[in-house]
């Protein structure tokens, strides 16, 4: 089963930009959709974005629309968020992860008990 480690968090003005990358393993990666969820101290874990296997589709949560943007790169075996205009509101723990092989997209969208693998987080700290 597909496994993924994260990198590209850090500390960044509100204003600023990052990165964040998710890289798998696992020769099947390409067939696997990634979700990007984040979880700020003392609130529940909420979905930010997520892509289709072949790409062909994203979605966003409205708090990111316009700013972020998530992608991947199949041969090289990573996912990206690319965060632009990042508010303090953005400081959360961002995890990867990535559901079963063959779940339907709207499930993906609607249930984060879909994601069965998991990255380990990564802190994104936006100051003012």
């Known amino acids: 089963q597909v496994q993924l480690v994260q990198s590209g968090g850090g500390l960044v003005q509100a204003g600023g930009s990052l990165r964040l990358s998710c890289g798998a393993s696992?020769?099947?990666?390409?067939?696997?959709?990634v979700g990007w969820f984040r979880q700020a101290p003392g609130k529940e874990r909420e979905f930010v974005a997520a892509i289709s296997p072949s790409a062909g589709k994203t979605d966003y949560a409205d708090s990111v629309k316009g700013r972020f943007t998530i992608s991947r790169d199949n041969a090289k075996n990573m996912v990206y968020l690319q965060m632009n205009s990042l508010k303090p509101e953005d400081t959360a723990v961002y995890y990867c992860?990535?559901?079963?092989?063959?779940?339907?997209?709207?499930?993906?969208?609607?249930?984060?008990?879909?994601?069965?693998?998991w990255g380990q987080g990564t802190q994104v700290t936006v100051s003012s």
């Open positions: 992860a990535s559901p079963s092989q063959g779940t339907p997209w709207n499930q993906i969208l609607t249930s984060e008990y879909q994601y069965t693998v």
């Open positions: 696992g020769r099947a990666f390409s067939w696997y959709a």
